[in-house]
DNA sequence: TCGACGTCGCATAGCA
DNA sequence: TGCTATGCGA
DNA sequence: GTCGA
């Protein structure tokens, strides 16, 4: 069965992709193409002996020859020759959190940045910071991401997540209590998924400053990602991130569907949707662009 | 053959 | 100081 | 790059 190593390179091949500034949608359909093996439901080699390949959605000519080559040949010339043009820690690189691929890219061509070492040093020499469009707080949040990402441990099993949600929400009834309506877990942790990367949760509320400060300034925040009107993000304990999204009472339902998942879930539910002349999103279900529901979760399944 | 492909909030940098 | 563009993440 | 109009 090698259908997790064909998902695996192509997945890679769209971060190169990603990496070398190529067209969105390009890498978009790489991406897709991953995802649909990655939920194919039979072996990957067999779909192939029987010419079956191109009936997969999202794969088409050139795709279906990467996947032959790879299933004949164990490797992709063309993902090759990418990797040879990257940096040698390329994927590595790319998995630290505000290092995409347009800095990535900037960093190798400016500096030579090849790999985690490399940039830790730009970063502590000062030499990143002179570039075009990296100042000095960019620079910052960069180093600090390094440092976790050396550090941790992402992955957070599910009672650990369970927990920390326990605390945010504890905190938030006792500090901003009477300033919000319904609170809920959404992501992977509401699905209860064995690990999950981070912690989503969600609030009702119609003005999100209050509460999103009140959540900003809980014990155990070692850093404060990012706080706005509509969304915080906060780093717990030096290790865990945990995001809160305030929003409307009338689409609070469909927000915590959408932000719940999985996104194979919502893709699936989206086409049923479209099927049946609706639509949906974060904000709710329409019809005719006119909303139908979207306060519960339930309006969502119950219009489908 | 040709256009659509998700979209938005936040932080930051750079410029007027 | 305010505005806009960009990168990033989700 | 893939799909559908």
Same mark, same amino acid.
């Given at each position: ?25 390009? =890498? ?27 009936? %997969?959605?999202?794969?088409?000519? #050139? =795709? ?6 790879? %299933? ?12 040879? #043009? ?32 490399? %940039? ?43 927990? !920390? ?46 509460? @999103?400060?009140?959540? #900003? ?16 993000? @906060? ?8 995001? !809160? ?30 099927? #049946? ?7 709710? @279900? ?19």
């Amino acid at each position: 069965m090698k259908n997790g190593a064909v998902v695996d390179i192509l997945e890679k091949f769209a971060n190169l992709l990603e990496f070398k500034g190529e067209n969105l949608f390009k =890498i978009n359909a790489y991406r897709r193409a991953a995802r649909t093996i990655a939920e194919l439901g039979e072996d990957i080699e067999k779909v192939w002996q029987e010419g079956r390949l191109d009936q %997969l959605p999202g794969i088409g000519d #050139a =795709i279906r020859e990467k996947v032959n080559q790879f %299933l004949l040949e164990g490797r992709i010339r063309q993902f090759d020759e990418l990797a040879a #043009a990257a940096p040698r820690e390329i994927f590595d690189l790319l998995s630290i959190q505000h290092f995409g691929p347009k800095t990535a890219a900037l960093a190798f061509k400016e500096l030579g940045v090849e790999t985690v070492a490399d %940039l830790r040093r730009v970063l502590e020499d000062g030499s990143l910071s002179t570039l075009p469009g990296m100042g000095p707080k960019k620079c910052e949040n960069i180093l600090k991401s390094l440092k976790l990402h050396e550090s941790s441990s992402s992955q957070i099993s599910i009672g650990l997540a369970a927990d !920390l949600v326990a605390r945010v929400m504890d905190h938030l009834e006792k500090t901003a209590s009477g300033r919000f309506g319904r609170l809920s877990a959404a992501g992977s942790v509401r699905r209860y998924k064995e690990t999950v990367h981070d912690i989503d949760i969600l609030v009702e509320a119609e003005d999100g400053r209050e509460i @999103i400060s009140a959540f #900003a300034q809980m014990d155990g925040v070692t850093r404060v990602l990012g706080a706005g009107a509509t969304k915080g993000s @906060i780093l717990l304990d030096d290790r865990f991130q945990v995001d !809160l999204r305030a929003v409307p009472s009338e689409s609070f339902g469909a927000a915590l569907q959408y932000f719940t998942g999985s996104q194979e879930h919502n893709v699936h539910l989206r086409e049923i949707a479209k099927k #049946a002349g609706y639509k949906v999103n974060e904000y709710g @279900i329409f019809h005719d662009d006119q909303r139908v529901g979207g306060q519960f979760e339930e309006d969502i399944y119950h219009v489908l």
